[in-house]
Each structure stands twice: as C-alpha cells, then as structure tokens.
C-alpha cells in the first residue's frame, strides 16, 4: 500500500467510525438506569442496578426486564439523529402538518406523557389507561423477552412511545380500522411528534431511527420492516399519503 493511500484511510476510517452508534458498556447504562431512567419510566418494580455479570442469556427474567427497559430508556433518550436542513423543510406530506425532527430526548417526552409504566403479568396486549387520574402504561411480560442478547430495546421504545401518546397531549383513542368496528388505527401519518395517533407518532421515530440515526444496519432494517407494517395495516389514510411517506423515510414505494 503507499503512503498517500495509507494517509487517507487513516483520515477516513475514525470519521466512518465515529458515526456508529452503540449502547453504552452495562455499568455505564446501570448508572443511568438508577441515576435518572428508573425515575423517568417509574416501573412498577423495585429499583435495582443491572446485573452487569451475567451473560444477557442467563438472565433471570426480572434481571432481564432491569436489562431491557433500561435499554430502551437509553435509545429513546441518547439516539443521535443526522439530518441536513432541506430534511425538516420539505413540503409536508399531510397539508395541515408540517415536518419535526424528534425532541431533543424521547424519554423526556415519554416521561411527560406518562405517569407509571406497570409491568402486567396478566396482560396479553400492552395498553394505557388512567387509573384515578395517574397515566399508566401496562406492558405483558412479552414485550420483555430479549430475543437476541444483542437486542437494544427499540422495539421496546417504540412501544413505549405508542402508549405513551395515548396519554397526553392531549389524551388520544384510535379510530375505527376502515369499515372494521376495530378501534385500532389511525386516520393518517404524521411527521410531527407533537401531533398524530400513536401508531403515527411511533412509526415517525422509527423511520428517522431507519433514515437518521446511526444504529447498526440490522436493527434499522427492524424499524423500517414495523414502519412498512403500520403503513400497510393500522392508517387509514389513502395509498397516495402512506406511499408518500414510505418514500420520503424508508426509500421505497409501499405495496398495495
Ligand atoms: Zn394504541
């Protein structure tokens, strides 16, 4: 190799590096996790460090549940999104809305719409709910199963960020699903995170998790496999509008 090649590599390869993002080292999350995520998601469960000596396989389930949320928590609060002006100036999709980037932490805004999330064994289905006023967020022990060790928790973010919306601001209930008597959709996209259903709001961060940020590919794939999921099966709105969409964040046309 000569020398002015071996020059540029080295000139290039940290920049290409630094763009990648990870989940912080397991002590380094723990500290998050009790310092300041367990107070933002005030789960049902005891407040614990992570056990951080245990392959995640080997964990037990509440260890894991510990692992998992606090994952979450670190996606919704740390993910960094790269995007150029023209990218938030563009013409809207929907005419009465206009485009937002996400706030500057997800978590806060989960954390502003929810009061408690509460790990339900009962539950089949996450939902939300007030109870006396206070905004719960039921989430079943499936949401919790770490299917891969590697597994970062956004689909767990984007979950939270689903339930989230239906408590605030203000409240929101889905429509029905077409001529379905399935109240479980939404009318339309959305590209702003103060505006919209929840499945359009999560959809929203997920597609600029897919089109912005710099997690590893596969997990990007994920997102952008449960955005193509909401478009075709939970908005209401016409093909032109969810066609749209599916181009402007995920590149591609959407099937019929
Ligand atoms: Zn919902």
Not at 9 to 25: D, G, R, T, V, W
Not at 40 to 45: E, M
Not at 169 to 179: E, R, S
Request: hydrophobic share 40%; net charge positive; aromatic share 10%.
């Amino acid at each position: 190799m000569n020398l002015t090649l071996t020059f540029i590599l080295f000139l290039f390869a940290p920049a290409i590096h630094a763009k990648a993002q990870e989940l912080p080292s397991c002590r380094a999350l723990s500290t998050l996790w009790v310092k300041s995520y367990y107070a933002k998601l005030n789960p049902s469960w005891r407040k614990a460090p992570l056990n951080c000596d245990t392959e995640p396989a080997e964990l037990t389930p509440k260890e894991r549940r510990n692992v998992l949320a606090a994952r979450a928590a670190y996606v919704l609060d740390r993910t960094r999104f790269s995007y150029r002006p023209q990218d938030i100036s563009a013409r809207p999709i929907v005419s009465s809305g206009r485009i937002q980037a996400p706030p500057r932490s997800m978590l806060d805004w989960v954390s502003r719409r929810m009061d408690r999330l509460v790990y339900n064994e009962r539950a089949t289905y996450a939902f939300a709910h007030r109870n006396n006023g206070v905004g719960e967020v039921h989430l079943p022990p499936t949401d919790f199963h770490m299917t891969r060790p590697g597994e970062r928790g956004i689909g767990l973010a984007a979950q939270l960020i689903h339930e989230a919306r239906h408590l605030g601001i203000p409240d929101y209930g889905h429509v029905a699903c077409g001529d379905t008597d399935q109240y479980n959709c939404d009318a339309t996209i959305s590209e702003e995170f103060d505006h919209g259903g929840s499945h359009a709001v999560a959809a929203l961060w997920l597609s600029w998790v897919y089109k912005f940020s710099h997690w590893p590919r596969s997990e990007k794939r994920r997102a952008a496999e449960t955005v193509r999921w909401v478009l075709r099966t939970r908005i209401n709105d016409g093909h032109a509008v969810r066609n749209a969409f599916s181009l402007r964040y995920l590149g591609t046309p959407l099937d019929p």
